[in-house]
């Protein structure tokens, strides 16, 4: 069945360093990949998705993500971290018939 | 303004009562979706629909309703509350439904039980 596996439930991280949150999958043919972020009582915000193809993915705010079908994974990185990335992280899967299968996310705290 | 509307931002209420919460996408788009994210933010879809088809996650329990008045208003009913229905639900729509579509996402509705 297909899945999700967001390994790190809270990444602290100091500002201006860099960030890497983990995401492995397990999906049987083309995954279409996705991270978004939830800021506080908000909704979620596309950061970045894959498609079949290029392997690293630019995404908003700096951010970019790696493909890689030989670990099952789409890790997230950003060079250097800013107050504002303080948020929640979600690796998604489309799964087929439409709906996207959630990670159970990573808390991400920037310290000063 | 495009985007994802919902309301109300909060609600609170009795087990028992009957709820319903609002969805509009004024991004043109066919296909709507609720998912339910609960109080350790795991995410969880209900409901996919578009206006040929609803699909349901079948371990959604038959007290939960989707309605749909057109293609851009997709509301959620429930019939009967209980305490595990507490959670924030989210709203969201794409262009299509394929699996390359981004789904675009509401701020949400927190429900609370008591």
């Known amino acids: 069945a297909q899945s999700v596996t967001q390994p790190d439930a809270r990444v602290t991280v100091s500002e201006g360093a860099s960030l890497q949150l983990r995401c492995k999958y397990s999906y049987f043919g083309t995954p279409y990949l996705f991270w978004y972020v939830q800021y506080p009582r908000q909704g979620l915000q596309l950061l970045l998705k894959?498609?079949?193809?290029?392997?690293v993915v630019q995404g908003v705010n700096g951010f970019e993500a790696e493909f890689s079908k030989s670990n099952s994974s789409f890790h997230l990185r950003k060079a250097s971290v800013h107050w504002s990335d303080w948020a929640v992280y979600f690796c998604a899967v489309h799964q087929g018939g439409r709906a996207l299968i959630f990670g159970t996310g990573t808390t991400v705290s920037v310290s000063p | 303004e495009t985007a994802v509307f919902q309301t109300p931002n909060y609600h609170v209420t009795q087990v028992g009562n009957e709820v319903s919460f609002n969805c509009k996408q004024t991004l043109g788009h066919d296909t709507m979706y609720w998912y339910k994210q609960d109080s350790k933010k795991l995410l969880k879809i209900m409901f996919s629909y578009n206006n040929k088809q609803l699909i349901v996650n079948e371990t959604v329990p038959r007290r939960f309703s989707p309605q749909s008045s057109d293609k851009a208003h997709l509301n959620l009913r429930i019939k009967s509350v209980e305490p595990e229905d507490s959670a924030v639900y989210l709203c969201?729509?794409?262009?299509?439904?394929?699996?390359?579509?981004?789904?675009?996402f509401g701020p949400g509705t927190r429900l609370l039980v008591l």
């Open positions: 969201a729509s794409s262009r299509t439904g394929g699996n390359q579509d981004t789904q675009y």
């Open positions: 894959y498609y079949p193809g290029d392997p």
